[in-house]
């Protein structure tokens, strides 16, 4: 955090979230300095911060004092998204960012995250939702094994592309995949 880093982590559940506790605490958790008055933390600075994110991000419904818990997927990931921007960060690693979450959030996810890299941000996502990242990224990495298997200009790749970097060793690419699979 102190280097600018921001994560949302593929299971906002269990390891993003802390349901119990509101919008608000979620959404400066990552920032209380911002908030301490003194020695102690500024509710009224935490409830401004707080609406300020949940207005720029649109989560629904706008209640600080909500439990996170209670949100949908979508917002629940927007609310994480907040946290990160309120903390300043400057590199975005995001882990899956839209599973499990509806249509009009991943929409608002989306143009949450162009506008953080059109503002400088770098935003590094991993995503096994092939459309997601050919819509998204500028690059796009394709691990194997725990190894680069290759680096495309995400303006130019096909889901196909993709796939057989990731599914066939590097000696079995020079095969067409349709032949490598078994099909003709």
């Known amino acids: 955090m102190g280097l600018g880093l921001g994560l949302l982590t593929e299971d906002r559940r269990r390891t993003g979230l802390c349901p119990d506790q509101t919008l608000a605490r979620n959404l400066t958790l990552a920032n209380v300095r911002a908030l301490v008055r003194g020695w102690l933390v500024s509710r009224g600075r935490e409830r401004r911060a707080a609406r300020e994110y949940i207005e720029r ?44 979450v509806d249509v009009a959030a991943r929409a608002e996810i989306y143009r949450a995250v162009n506008r953080l890299a059109e503002g400088g941000a770098a ?62």
């Open 57 to 100: 991000l649109h989560v629904r419904p706008p209640d600080p004092d909500q439990t996170a818990g209670r949100l949908s997927g979508g917002n629940q990931q927007k609310v994480l998204l907040g946290r990160w921007l309120f903390a300043g960060s400057r590199v975005f690693l995001l882990d899956e960012p839209t599973r499990g």
């Open 123 to 184: 935003v590094v996502m991993v995503s096994s939702d092939l459309p997601e990242l050919l819509g998204m990224a500028d690059r796009i990495l394709v691990m194997r094994r725990g190894r680069l298997a290759a680096e495309l200009d995400a303006q130019r790749a096909t889901q196909e592309e993709v796939l057989t970097y990731a599914a066939l060793e590097e000696e079995d690419r020079s095969v067409p995949p349709a032949v490598a699979g078994g099909c003709v």
